[in-house]
């Protein structure tokens, strides 16, 4: 990617020089971050607020492919995944720290292109980088990103929390990352059967960029705030949705009762979804990376939300004995079945 470019050997910088020069430019935003890059460790004072940590490890070759992940998404998009987990707390994130192993095959260019990335996604969404590490790694890029954030104690969503009778809600649309990600991989094979042929991917940028470039949705933790709305329980879709239903049914001792016709699906993912025979259905289902607010909410909060676009109702809370069941489309009812990402089955 950058042989024809000028490189810089990182050797050069060693360790604390590589750091000073990819976050000198990083402002601080927040009042909450005392103390960040510089120091053998960050200070943050949130006051009486409840303070969440969330940590995502990012591996080349297991979450993401060089062959067509742009190095500038991939910076963004590991802010995204982990700021995801605290908006999934119902919280407001406000400080990340950025840890990255690189191979001899990356020049300081290369890791810039990551950082660039970084800093758009600290830059939109209101975020403080406060620290990290470098090293050396043999195995290939590897990041790891720990999100710091806060509430109010009442205001905490745990994934336990769901009551019989909730209704099981779903911000934007779903399966779009994972039929981009089917798109990015026919052409990846394409490419390396004739080199000569050039990607085509006209027409599909929605799709593509759920997965390149996914959005995590604070602005959905304050659409509930503003509409003084507390779900009684919440995840993100990161690993798809049934299995993120089966989690919060799971955890929450209950059962489900979801609805295929209910479930928000973008018309390119559907007819994407058909061009490659594939189920759009199971593909909202079991696609993840969609990184949308999987969420219940009791049903007096009801009419507070109902004319919302960006929020699909897709189901209710049932007692346990009733378990995870989907009603399809032609009325037939099935058990729910998590068979999304599984990160040791390789």
């Not at 940590?53 to 995944?81: C, N, R, W």
């Not at 990356?106 to 758009?120: D, Q, S, T």
């Not at 991989?185 to 991917?201: S, Y």
């Not at 879709?237 to 089966?246: C, K, P, W």
Request: glycine share 8%; net charge negative; with cysteine.
């Amino acid at each position: 990617m950058f042989e024809n470019k000028e490189r810089t050997d990182i050797a050069e910088l060693r360790e604390f020089g590589l750091i000073k020069h990819l976050t000198d430019h990083f402002k601080i935003r927040h009042e909450s971050s005392i103390k960040g890059i510089g120091d053998d460790a960050a200070v943050l004072n949130f006051g009486n607020k409840e303070v969440l940590v969330s940590t995502d490890l990012l591996l080349e070759g297991i979450h993401f492919d060089l062959a067509y992940v742009p190095l500038m998404h991939l910076g963004y998009k590991a802010i995204q995944v982990n700021l995801s987990d605290i908006y999934a707390m119902n919280g407001i994130a406000s400080q990340v720290t950025v840890s990255i192993g690189l191979s001899s095959k990356f020049p300081l260019e290369a890791v810039e292109e990551i950082y660039k990335g970084i800093a758009l996604a600290c830059d939109k969404f209101n975020i403080d980088l406060v620290g990290g590490d470098t090293s050396s790694s043999k195995q290939g890029l590897v990041i790891s990103v720990t999100s710091i954030g806060y509430a109010d104690k009442k205001e905490v969503v745990y994934r336990n929390g769901a009551q019989e009778g909730d209704l099981l809600c779903v911000s934007g649309d779903l399966g779009g990352a994972y039929v981009g990600l089917q798109i990015l991989e026919r052409e990846k094979q394409i490419f390396l059967e004739n080199p000569a042929i050039q990607p085509d991917l006209e027409g599909k940028d929605y799709i593509i960029e759920r997965q390149l470039k996914p959005e995590g949705r604070r602005d959905i933790v304050d659409l509930l705030a503003q509409m003084d709305i507390v779900p009684t329980s919440m995840i993100d879709v990161s690993d798809g949705l049934a299995s993120e239903v089966m989690h919060l049914c799971q955890q929450s001792e209950k059962g489900v009762t979801l609805y295929e016709e209910k479930l928000p699906i973008d018309p390119m993912t559907y007819e994407t979804a058909r061009e490659l025979g594939l189920d759009p259905t199971v593909c909202a289902l079991n696609g993840g990376e969609d990184y949308e607010l999987l969420f219940t909410i009791k049903q007096a909060d009801y009419d507070k939300l109902k004319h919302d676009v960006d929020i699909s109702i897709i189901g209710h809370i049932t007692d346990k004995n009733s378990g995870c069941k989907m009603i399809s489309k032609s009325n037939v009812v099935h058990e729910l079945k998590a068979q999304g990402w599984n990160a040791f089955k390789l």
